[in-house]
């Protein structure tokens, strides 16, 4: 089986996006219907994720970039949480192709390490995937929770993520294991100064799985513009797709036409 890509809207401006971790394509509904007038949209859904849960592919970004590339047109590509990691390794890789570049709530390194403190605990990181072993639904629940933490109405977007997550079906083990690894060894950081095309960077101000001023020293680094949604945690196009929507623009209208 391929990769599943949907596609979305009917406006001039094509766009590209990638989801997060143990999510799908299907999530980022709000942020759709918000481009819909001004994009056509390509809604990935990654590998043993969604409708992409018997695609072989292994949870790769360069794989995945390649897989994406070979079915989309040349387009900016918007990558949430996990998912910014496909999309920044595809517009370092691919700058022809990927013609700019949206991170949202996503970093290039997403542990914390001696010489990086804007990430995450890296025991909590690894525990994640000892948890996957002894309690898959349980793991995926805190998780959830911690991606809703910080919104302005935390219950409201932590049921909405509930109702998602497996409304395409359950996520693969194997994938959600191989992207616990990705978070924990990935750093782009020292190839952000390379970054050849237009590229934003978006926060949520509550988030509390990437701190926004991780987001705002890698839009420095490559001279990226860096939007900060006031009142959002880590998945602003639940409650904000119109303030994503929004900054999204002038990322559109940096793009060569």
């Known amino acids: 089986m391929t990769l599943r890509i949907e596609q979305r809207g009917h406006g001039p401006q094509p766009l590209v996006l990638i989801h997060g971790w143990a999510m799908h394509g299907g999530i980022f509904a709000p942020l759709v219907e918000a481009l819909a007038d ?114 302005d109405d935390p219950k409201a977007e932590l049921r909405r993520l509930r109702t998602h997550v497996f409304e395409r079906g359950e996520p693969e083990l194997r994938v959600l294991q191989e992207g616990i690894g990705l978070l924990e060894r990935t750093d782009l950081r020292a190839r952000l100064p390379r970054l050849a095309v237009p590229s934003v960077w978006i926060a949520g101000r509550r988030d509390r799985l990437v701190p926004p001023a991780a987001m705002a020293w890698s839009a420095e680094q490559c001279g990226g513009r860096f939007v900060e949604i006031a009142h959002a945690g880590h998945a602003p196009f639940i409650g904000h797709a119109q303030a994503v929507a929004e900054a999204l623009q002038p990322l559109f209208a940096e793009i060569p036409a």
């Open 38 to 151: 001004r994009c056509s949209l390509y809604v990935v859904d990654l590998p043993g994720h969604g409708h992409s849960r018997a695609c072989g592919l292994a949870l790769e970004p360069r794989a995945i970039a390649d897989a994406i590339a070979k079915a989309t047109p040349p387009a900016p590509w918007l990558g949430w949480s996990l998912g910014g990691l496909v999309a920044l390794t595809a517009a370092l890789d691919d700058p022809a192709h990927v013609q700019g570049l949206a991170i949202l709530c996503a970093t290039p390194k997403f542990v914390r390490s001696a010489d990086w403190p804007h990430g995450s605990d890296a025991t909590l990181v690894h525990q994640l995937a000892l948890d996957l072993e002894a309690g898959y639904h349980a793991t995926i629940e805190r998780f959830l929770a911690l991606e809703a933490m910080g919104s």
